[in-house]
């Protein structure tokens, strides 16, 4: 409560003596931006919304935080109004100013509006500042999305790329003049095709040429068979001359005609298919096999048929050519032939040539058309560039239409700066927080006690079987055991003892006033239950009730649950005393008579002691007749030796006042011996750490342990506990 009433003053009083700031506001809405690349001349425009809306925003507010955003403002509102107390102010003292008061941030988040608030102590300052923060920002956004300030850069490289240009083409051009070209492709196409033609041609007219000078050879040996034969003189005895061969008839002369055109169309395919596909493919290869049979065909006519040699030329039905004369007109139709196969030869050579040359100069032609276009392309960007930077040069920034302010300005308001706030709330919350944390440190690290019942169950997982609350001594009642009503003797009509009643059920006598009764009744209760459960049948059964330390009420239970057993019908019950040094004192056993152990023991062999009409015995181990043992202090060794005794004698219930467990306390050695023992947890005086060793030294005795917690206090106010 200190430091929380601390921290709330120091706040109080930050906020009373603070100069107060004046704040305006403006709003921008960003619905789109022109992405402008300053040398390749890329246009792009990007839609705000959608993933990439934040990243878009968020640039356009850097640019509104940006230092030479803030120069520029400052340099227009003027350094001696931002900094009156400054004799001659700097730009980038006013700079700081400006951002130092401004603050920008998205009306909403993922929203594409964005706030821009200034702050300053003069209310007037505060709109004009931020009036020119949104004017100049329009020109930044234009220089750093546009090519703005990009013109004289491009009109230079717009000049240095033309030159190079210029002279790659002047190179170029000079290269094709010396080759005689035009375009390289073009003269490969044209050359190649050329030499193709060239080569058909060349076979054709060589095919042709061989079948010419076979036809003169035949001529030629016709000729000379005709010159040879002779004529006999008149008279003499005629010698007979060599026959001469038959004329051919019409029908062999169209055959052999028809045979020769064949040839020549077979030829041609040849040439043809020769061309397109390679010597081994099946077309080539069948049109050679019919053109061999063609030319065998032809030559057993002409073996068969000489004639047919002359007279294939001539026309049917023509007269018979004089053989000289056509021996003649075929060998200059040879001479042709060789004529043709020559010219045919040299445009082979002349081709072969010329793209040897172009081998050559080609590669050279190809790097510098690949240059120039290279060139050319570059050229063109940058001359694109500077067009739209002349055009954006005489933009009006206040026609853009994807920045628009939503919000002009707002007159000025008075606050707090962001971190004067923080510093207030700060301090108010430190002094709760603070507060909050000795709590918690007490609660956690420092006070180890056990302050609530739940922690026994839900924190140290150990076994609860009652909470007592905590009663104030006024408030505890009369005498535990001394204010029995009724009890008026031995021999006497028990009054305590529960009859029948009218309707069958048992009914007990009226209870005392003492608190303890209705708790210990319960207990009680669960024991009997516990008992019935594990089918113990024996008696006595004996319990004990130890607490963990001095005080902690183990004796006050201990007398409430040895009362409430005695209340049950028929039950004797001893309560023995083993932590009180005087328990004649006691004031809880008021006038009731305290015995030894020995004097219990041989009270309860009495013949006439289950008739008795008292029911609840008190013992103590302090307790001595004369002529008893001398005053040692009852120990383990005690309870053995007269464990028999207990178990022989008649009481039904043996309870033990046990003392407060400790390194060197009996308890422990004596828990083991019990049917139940009653661990009794101090709400005030114990800590987590002694409830987890006196549990766990108790049940390495097995012995069955439950914890009850007593002096139970509520932190809570009464109106929330009773609803709780």
Not at 68 to 84: M, Q, T
Not at 323 to 348: C, F, M, N, T, W
């Amino acid at each position: 409560m200190v430091s929380s009433a601390l921290g709330l003053g120091a706040a109080a009083t930050l906020y009373a003596t603070r100069k107060p700031l004046f704040e305006s506001t403006a709003e921008l809405a960003i619905n789109s931006v022109l992405q402008r690349d300053i040398v390749e001349g890329d246009e792009t425009k990007q839609i705000v919304g959608g993933r990439g809306t934040e990243q878009l925003v968020n640039t356009e507010m850097l640019i509104l935080r940006s230092g030479d955003l803030a120069k520029e403002v400052a340099a227009a509102i003027g350094p001696d109004r931002l900094l009156p107390e400054v004799a001659q102010p700097r730009v980038e003292d006013a700079a700081w100013v400006v951002q130092n008061g401004l603050e920008v941030q998205t009306a909403l988040k993922g929203s594409n509006v964005v706030q821009v608030i200034y702050r300053h102590p003069n209310p007037q300052l505060t709109v004009d500042v931020l009036n020119e923060v949104v004017k100049r920002y329009y020109q930044k956004h234009l220089k750093i999305h546009r090519s703005v300030d990009s013109l004289d850069a491009v009109a230079k490289q717009v000049e240095q790329v033309g030159t190079k240009l210029r002279a790659t083409e002047a190179e170029l051009n000079k290269m094709k003049s010396d080759a005689g070209i035009i375009s390289l492709d073009d003269e490969k196409l044209s050359l190649s095709s050329q030499r193709e033609r060239t080569k058909q041609e060349l076979n054709s007219a060589k095919a042709e040429r061989a079948q010419q000078a076979t036809l003169v050879d035949r001529l030629e040996q016709h000729v000379s068979e005709l010159a040879g034969s002779s004529i006999s003189p008149i008279g003499s005895q005629a010698k007979s001359a060599p026959a001469l061969p038959a004329a051919p008839t019409a029908a062999e002369i169209d055959t052999y005609q028809t045979l020769n055109k064949r040839i020549e169309f077979l030829q041609q395919r040849d040439f043809e298919l020769s061309a397109k596909f390679a010597a081994g493919d099946s077309q080539v290869v069948g049109t050679r096999k019919e053109l061999s049979k063609a030319r065998a065909e032809k030559q057993q006519m002409l073996e068969k048929t000489p004639g047919l040699v002359v007279q294939a030329a001539v026309a049917p039905g023509a007269p018979a050519a004089d053989p000289a004369a056509e021996l003649k007109v075929q060998k200059d139709k040879l001479a042709g032939l060789d004529a043709r196969i020559a010219s045919y030869s040299k445009d082979l050579e002349t081709c072969g040539s010329r793209l040897t040359q172009l081998a050559v100069v080609g590669p050279k032609i190809v790097d510098l058309e690949r240059k120039r276009d290279t060139e050319d392309t570059e050229f063109r960007s940058f001359e694109k560039s500077l067009k739209q930077a002349q055009i954006d040069g005489t933009l009006d920034q206040a026609t853009m239409g994807d920045i628009r302010v939503v919000d002009q300005p707002s007159p000025p308001i008075k606050t707090f700066s962001e971190v004067m706030k923080k510093i207030i709330i700060g301090l108010a919350g430190a002094g709760v927080g603070i507060g909050v944390g000795i709590a918690f440190l007490l609660e956690l690290v420092i006070d180890r006690r056990i302050k609530r019942p739940t922690e026994i169950e839900s924190r140290l997982q150990l076994p609860l079987m009652l909470s007592i609350p905590f009663v104030r001594p006024k408030n505890r009642g009369a005498l535990l055991i001394s204010n029995d009503r009724g009890a008026e003797g031995e021999g006497e009509r028990p009054a305590l003892p529960a009859v029948r009643g009218n309707n069958g059920f048992n009914s007990y006598p009226p209870k005392t006033d003492h608190f303890i009764h209705p708790y210990s009744e319960a207990i009680r209760d669960r024991i009997v239950f516990n008992f019935q459960v594990n089918n113990m049948t024996h008696k006595p059964k004996l319990m004990a009730v130890a607490g963990l330390s001095a005080g902690a009420g183990a004796s006050t239970i201990a007398a409430g649950l040895a009362k409430a057993f005695s209340e049950v019908n028929g039950a004797k019950v001893l309560l023995v005393d083993l932590s009180s040094d005087l328990p004649d004192d006691n004031p809880m056993f008021g006038n009731k008579p305290l015995h030894s152990l020995v004097g219990a023991l041989q009270a309860a062999r009495n013949t006439r002691f289950k008739e008795g009409s008292q029911n609840l015995y008190l013992a103590s181990a302090a307790s001595r007749k004369s002529g008893e043992a001398n005053g040692a202090a009852f120990g383990p060794m005690h309870l053995y030796e007269l464990l028999p005794h207990f178990r022989a004698s008649e009481f039904d219930y043996i309870i033990f006042d046990m003392p407060a467990l400790a390194q060197t306390s009996p308890t422990l050695a004596m828990a083991g011996l019990m049917d139940k023992v009653l661990l009794v947890v101090d709400g005030e005086d114990t800590n987590r750490e002694t409830l987890k060793w006196g549990y766990s030294e108790l049940v390495k005795g097995r012995a069955d342990v439950s914890c009850i917690y007593n002096k139970a206090r509520s932190h809570a106010p009464n109106w929330v506990q009773s609803e709780v």
